[in-house]
């Protein structure tokens, strides 16, 4: 195939550093055209792939023996940062988070309070001639065993970077496993490579913590993440990790490459929460790097999900407090060609429970996967920033700082202002994550086989899409992976090797091989992968598709600018929790959107006398093409479409059932799982389009959207064996037939759920109003009912949950009823 100008280098782009076990090679931007009668380029991994002590025993000899006596690099004796991987290591780092002054407080205080309580509950006497004494003896013995307590907490959860042998091998184990399943190695760039060890040289210099904050879709984020630092020379990051993962051996081992273990969740632990303070905080002191995942877990879905704030929460009160003076942010990108995982997480977003983690799967697994072939992982690292500087700007805008805003965090102006920064910053890393980010081979594909019409590709075809889809990455800013001089017929050869036939099958004796999806659920993981570059345009194709699908002529399908902007805002509003949208307003972003659509030849603009837009149609060329770029816009869309659909018809089966009290609350995850069961019926009787529509965290997101807006209440108890209940809400609640007692097709949900419809792709074989007023309708409400009749079952049963609210429940639900309504008064804005 010649070679085509989409695939030729950026201007100024830095080439590709390909990392596979001792080796880095430079490797070219993108292809570059071979000179008249030369050998054309081999591309050359980073990593080259080790020994084999059954093919090679003397070289595997030879190669153990190198990292054992620590040879060159692998000596990871000068590194660029705070020194680790010496004896002593735990121990120095020990006795300075239980000598924190913070951690002192905490613990003078708990014992106080103890005090206080044992005072009034009579167990110390004030009469008593020797009180004072026995007061005192009291609190040093509470201080004591709290102490003790912290003393163990510590030691479980702080990361024992104690032996240099120790890492060499670990780097080799590691490297030997991960380079034999991604065979193509780890790739970084040259250029943000060079800026992070500059960067690297004057954080050390200034005794100042790098705090990497990646991007989260495998276990192998952080492995790889750990490799490069480890042979590029820096100072391995301290990594977060959830303690499901320290389970016996792994655990420990985990540990003493950098992993810090903490608990999934806090609960009300004052002496816990302290002491992981506490040790953030002497990381940062002491400018050790740090690593911690800004979505909390792995993606399921392939794209970034929202930021969770728990561990950015620490470490803006390090800044705030003035206990840390800065730290440097780096956000990271991590792609796949396959990630390994996906299949796991296609059963769990069909509803089936996460495995727990342990050894047996895990040493089954690690010796799985070295027969692997996944192609290989690209590292991204965007350009790092001060945290202090951000929380100074942030600061800057307030026009009053609230008092206590690192310590008093009861105050509602406090939090609010709290949560605002902490929201702010997530979603700037999350944007700066995705500035960065390659699009792969295997992301292309699936992108491609899951936007057409028919039912499979040809080879051509496929190649001609791919080559479409990548200068439109690229026309948008995106990166697309570097590939050094393959032509892009091997490329997509490579990605399809890599998908492998159980995702993308070929029909043979065609007269061209003819692709097709065969697991569109999975495949889906890597199409979402390249949605956020086109999401504005999506939302635009979708808002016009709400006239195209009615058919006519062309001037029929015409829609006037202020529709288009209303239904935008609609959806942009709807998927708020579900894509990361740039923060310019939505009037710049839909302005930005129209007119490189136009650019593009997809939409007609017609203008008035003043050059403002009035009207938005197909363009002709457009239509002369068969509405390929338009549909594969709405094709990225329609799936995430289909699922806040089906999650707006899940809440009419909430609506009480006739006779039944008006108060009775429903199990939260029950509910999900409802509306997930209602979703399968639906999409195999053929009132569902998209199988993806029933992924679970996507149906969970549009919950989340749900309670945000006040739609449906949840309530979650301080009793942790009671899980969070939920209630729609009396204003959404449609009527019911006084004579049958059936769902009406009426009211604010109704017309909720019918705006949704609108944009939703037109089925073969329904129209959606008719359908859903009678069906699907009666089909939420029977689900509904079982709901219902569980709960109320249930009632009085020791080992049920509680469908009732007590006292203080219903007093937490009235605060943050109330807090909501203020927080959307504060921020109704657009987020398009």
Known sequence: MSHDDSFDPAAGSAPDLQILGDEITLQPSGYVEPEAGANEGKEEALMNQFASFRAEPLQFLREVSLYVSGQGWRAYNRVVGQPVFYPGFSDNMKSMVLAAPLLKKRIADLADNRVAVEEKEGLLNRDDKDYVV????????????????????????????????????????????????????????????????????VAAKKKQSIIFLPSHRSHVDYVSLQLICYRLGLTLPVVVAGDNLNFPLVGSFLQHAGAMWIRRAFGDDALYTTLVQSYIDTLLQEGYNFECFIEGGRSRTG??????????????????????????????????????????????????????????????????????????????????????????????????????????????????VREKMLRTMGYKVLGDINAVSVVMPTALIGTVLLTLRGRGVGKQELMRRVEWLTARVRAKGGRVAHFGNAPLSEIVDRGLEVLGKDLVGVVEGLPEPTYYAVDRFQL????????????????????????????????????????????????????????????????????????????????????????????????????????????????????????????????????????QDDDIWLEQNKVQNSAQLLGKTLYHQGDLSY??????????????????????????????????????????????????????????????????????????????????????????DELGRKLYDEA?????????????????????????????????????????
């Open 134 to 201: 026995k007061r005192a003896h009291r609190r040093n013995v509470l201080e004591s065993g709290l102490q003790e307590v912290a003393d163990k907490l510590t030691d479980d959860m702080i990361c024992k970077m104690e032996s240099k042998t120790f890492i060499r091998g670990a780097y080799y184990l590691t490297t030997q496993l991960l380079t034999r399943a991604y065979h193509q190695g780890i790739h970084v760039s040259s250029e943000e490579v060079l800026r992070l060890r500059k960067v690297a040289d």
């Open 691 to 780: 199988f993806e529509a029933v992924n679970k965290e996507t149906l969970k997101n549009s919950y989340s959207r749900f309670e945000q807006d006040q739609m449906v209440h949840v309530v979650k108890s301080k009793d942790p064996k009671i899980p969070p209940r939920v209630q729609l809400d009396a204003s959404w609640r449609p009527s019911r037939d006084p004579r049958t007692g059936a769902l009406r097709a009426d009211g604010k949900l109704w017309d909720f759920t019918e705006k949704i419809a609108s944009a939703r792709r037109e089925g073969k074989n329904r129209r959606d109003g008719a359908t859903v007023s009678s069906r699907v309708l009666h089909l939420t």
């Open 792 to 832: 109320v079952s249930g009632e009085g049963a020791k080992s049920k949950v509680p469908s009732r609210l007590n006292s203080e429940e219903r007093a937490m639900l009235e605060r943050s009823v109330g807090e909501a309504r203020l927080r959307r008064k504060l921020e109704g804005r657009a987020n398009l």
């Open 303 to 416: 794209k970034l999900l929202p930021p969770k704030f728990g561990i950015l929460s620490f470490i803006l009160d390090s800044i705030l407090s003035g206990r840390v003076e800065d730290a440097i942010i780096c956000p990271v990108s991590t792609q796949y060609d396959k990630v390994i995982e996906t299949e796991g997480y296609v059963t769990e977003l069909l509803g089936m429970p996460k495995r727990k983690e342990n050894l047996a799967d895990f040493l089954s697994g690690g010796s799985s996967i070295l027969s692997l072939q996944l192609g290989r992982v690209d590292v991204r690292f965007h350009e790092p920033w001060s945290l202090r500087k951000f929380v100074d700007e942030q600061l800057a805008r307030l026009p009053k700082i609230p008092p206590g805003l690192d310590t008093d965090h009861r105050n509602p102006e406090v939090r609010a």
């Open 524 to 659: 889906s993981f890597y199409r979402n992968m390249t949605i956020h570059l086109f999401i504005y345009e999506a939302l635009v194709s979708v808002a016009m598709y709400t006239r195209v699908k009615l058919g006519g002529g062309p001037s029929m399908q015409d829609i006037s600018y202020t529709d288009l902007r209303a239904h935008v805002l609609f959806l942009s509003s709807l998927f708020r929790g579900e894509f990361i949208f740039a923060g310019a307003g939505l009037a710049t972003n839909l302005d930005n959107t129209l007119r490189g659509l136009e650019h593009d030849n997809v939409v007609r603009l017609d203008r008035d006398a003043d050059g403002n837009i009035t009207t938005i149609g197909l363009s002709h060329e457009e239509r002369k093409a068969g509405r390929e770029n338009y549909d594969f816009y709405c094709f990225l869309i329609w799936p995430f479409i289909e699922a806040s659909w089906l999650a707006a018809v899940s809440l009419m089966g909430l609506t009480p059932p006739p006779g």
